[in-house]
């Protein structure tokens, strides 16, 4: 099956500087790529996806770009801010399968922190 | 963007007991349904995916008796985790899709923490 591994794990920037969140993924097929923000004790927000067809993507301060390749996707946000604290799951997902399933595996999450 | 509401958001149960957590879409009809179970400082981790009308598909190592999924509407699906032990502490999140294909997009619920004492 699918494997997403995301790096780092932990993340302090200052505010203002850009942070840069890694993904992988093993599965060719997988076509299509979300990144969700998570607050403490509060369900995971869609900020920003990209489709296998597309090599980036940019809304405002944040930009995801993919290299299917090699198989890995990046999130990119810019002009930091102490809002942006918050941990980032990426995720991968497949085509449907004989069950008419796409299943989706999410990465092991960045905790970011910005520093004021 | 479209709702996904969760109930209860907080359980506090005895072990051997059972718990029903239910997962509805506000504002559309979800097609397929998700559970997830999110340990602290963890990841989310799928337990089974289920359409409406039909059995869920559960994944490996989710035992399918202790961990009863019901999708009886397009809105309406229910997380059932039975004679629930300290073990089965964590946090769990319901998720729905309106339609499958490239183009569809999923929508969390805000979650529900379980505590079993």
């Known amino acids: 099956g699918e494997n997403v591994e995301q790096h780092p794990s932990t993340l302090s920037v200052q505010e203002g500087d850009s942070a840069v969140i890694k993904c992988t993924y093993s599965?060719?097929?997988?076509?299509?790529f979300p990144w969700y923000k998570q607050e403490l004790g509060k369900r995971p927000q869609l900020i920003i996806d990209i489709r296998s067809n597309v090599g980036e993507k940019k809304d405002q301060r944040i930009a995801v770009t993919l290299n299917k390749t090699a198989k890995h996707f990046s999130l990119h946000i810019t002009e930091t801010q102490p809002e942006d604290s918050a941990v980032y799951f990426c995720?991968?997902?497949?085509?449907?399968?004989?069950?008419?399933?796409?299943?989706?595996?999410f990465g092991t999450g960045t905790k970011l922190q910005v520093i004021p | 963007g479209a709702v996904v509401s969760q109930h209860p958001s907080r359980v506090i149960c005895k072990s051997g007991t059972s718990v029903k957590i239910e997962c509805r879409s506000l504002d559309f009809q979800a097609t397929t349904m998700f559970w997830y179970r999110q340990f602290p400082k963890q990841s989310l981790m799928l337990m089974a995916t289920s359409n409406e009308g039909s059995k869920a598909t559960y994944e490996q190592g989710v035992e399918k008796d202790k961990f009863l999924i019901n999708h009886a509407s397009l809105t309406l699906s229910t997380l059932t985790v039975t004679s629930a032990h300290p073990e089965d502490s964590s946090f769990y999140i319901c998720?729905?899709?309106?339609?499958?294909?490239?183009?569809?997009?999923?929508?969390f619920g805000p979650g529900t923490r379980l505590t079993v004492t």
């Open positions: 998720s729905a899709r309106a339609r499958e294909g490239l183009y569809s997009e999923q929508y």
């Open positions: 599965d060719s097929a997988s076509n299509y």
């Open positions: 995720a991968a997902r497949t085509p449907p399968n004989s069950g008419g399933y796409q299943k989706v595996t």
